[in-house]
Nanobody, 134 residues
Framework: QVQLVESGGGLAQHGGSLRLSCTGSGFTFEYYAFTWFRQAPGKEREGVACITNNHETYYEDSVKGRFTISRDNRRKIVYLQMNGLKPDEQALYFC????????????????????????????WGQGTQVTVSS
């Protein structure tokens, strides 16, 4: 059973940093891609960053250059380093995982699909709250 547990959320000042962790269990970690999402009250879920099984990364435009997603297959953890946090980035951050799949030889999770609300991830964590003071 795929399980994901997020940690590392908390309070940061405007311009500050936090590092989120997503720890996986119950599956072969290195065969999966992972995406960090966030959702604030009253807003739609938003894809923040994605890392594939072969370490390709994708980012939402507004976080490029400030956020970094990485993975440690040995420890089964995906990280999201967030620098330069802004008050409007306050949200519940959660990770999702999906085993790599191919359609006609191309990965189904790719730069065009990773943040689509129609893409069905296999598993989701419960989230960790990030609060940013102004």
């Amino acid at each position: 059973q795929v399980q994901l547990v997020e940690s590392g959320g908390g309070l940061a000042q405007h311009g500050g940093s936090l590092r989120l962790s997503c720890t996986g269990s119950g599956f072969t970690f290195e065969y999966y891609a992972f995406t960090w999402f966030r959702q604030a009250p009253g807003k739609e879920r938003e894809g923040v960053a994605c890392i594939t099984n072969n370490h390709e990364t994708y980012y939402e435009d507004s976080v490029k250059g400030r956020f970094t997603i990485s993975r440690d297959n040995r420890r089964k953890i995906v990280y999201l380093q967030m620098n330069g946090l802004k008050p409007d980035e306050q949200a519940l951050y959660f990770c999702a995982a999906d085993q790599v799949k191919y359609t006609y030889g191309s990965p189904t999770l790719n730069e065009a699909t990773w943040s689509s609300p129609n893409y069905e991830y296999e598993a989701w964590g419960q989230g960790t709250q990030v609060t940013v003071s102004s």
